[in-house]
Nanobody
Framework: QVQLVESGGGLVQPGGSLRLSCAAS????????MGWYRQAPGKQRELVAT???????NYADSVKGRFTISRDNAKNTVYLQMNSLKPEDTAVYLC??????????????WGQGTQVTVSS
């Protein structure tokens, strides 16, 4: 079994900051790419940022320069530092991980999501 648990969401004013965390646990042999996605009401899920095990990153154009993704491989944890938040960043943020389990099966796993609301 593999679990991904997000934390750090909440309500913040425009221009504010939040830091999200996502910890993966369970029968994990190794994790390749970890990422953050978001889904706003009535909209499709969209990529926010990804990071490989080697530290290569990729960002959606809408968050470049404002958000920073990082990871701690020893803790199987990925972070998303979000600065200069805008109302349009309001969404449920979900993390995912492409990983190899201890039974040597490859799969993509998702967390349950954490709500981020940007409002005055």
């Amino acid at each position: 079994q593999v679990q991904l648990v997000e934390s750090g969401g909440g309500l913040v004013q425009p221009g504010g900051s939040l830091r999200l965390s996502c910890a993966a646990s369970g029968s994990i042999f190794s994790i390749r790419t970890m990422g953050w996605y978001r889904q706003a009401p009535g909209k499709q899920r969209e990529l926010v940022a990804t990071i490989t095990s080697g530290g290569s990153t990729n960002y959606a154009d809408s968050v470049k320069g404002r958000f920073t993704i990082s990871r701690d491989n020893a803790k199987n944890t990925v972070y998303l530092q979000m600065n200069s938040l805008k109302p349009e960043d309001t969404a449920v943020y979900l993390c995912n991980a492409d990983l190899l389990t201890t039974s040597f099966s490859i799969g993509t796993y998702w967390g349950q999501g954490t709500q981020v609301t940007v409002s005055s």
